[in-house]
């Protein structure tokens, strides 16, 4: 598969994610959203536009994203991830979505020695995290993805 159709799935089963969540519903009406990895502010604007109300924290190295598509003053956290999700934990987020994979396995591996327990420690019981990377910890549980996404495309989870 080239990488323009791999790039393509990719946001496809991102939106479709989102949208699966969203149908789901989060277990709270109010309360904060994660997005880890802002990148140009596309998929922050998503969610942004299908949960509204929720307080949505992006994190990210560098500010990159359109100005449209820019979290307001407070609730965007910039440096290394690794060293700033940190700052979030116990917050109870009712969902976090996490797009940082780079497609290098070597520094994917080193970012899921760090993630799951980033997110998991943020996330409120019942929370749901959706991620590019695999998050294996023992307080998240494995949901089933919506029909269409392919197995390792994507991951589903909810905290215990």
Known sequence: MSRLDSFIH???AQ????????????????GVILEVG???????????ENFPGYRII?????????????PGDGDLILGEINETIGEVAGIGAVF???DIGTAYPEVDAQT???L?????????????????LP???PALEPLPLPSGIRPGRYHLYRRR
């Open 10 to 12: 990719r946001v496809q």
């Open 15 to 30: 939106r479709d994610i989102l949208n699966h969540v969203r149908d789901l519903g989060l277990p709270a009406a109010e």
């Open 38 to 48: 802002l990148g140009n502010g596309r998929t922050f604007d998503h969610i942004r």
């Open 58 to 70: 992006a994190f990210d190295r560098a500010l990159g994203a359109h100005p449209a598509s820019t």
């Open 96 to 98: 976090a979505h996490a």
């Open 112 to 114: 899921i020695t760090w």
């Open 116 to 132: 799951p327990d980033g997110l998991a420690d943020a996330l409120a019981p019942g929370g749901i995290a959706a991620s590019g």
């Open 135 to 137: 998050l294996d910890h």
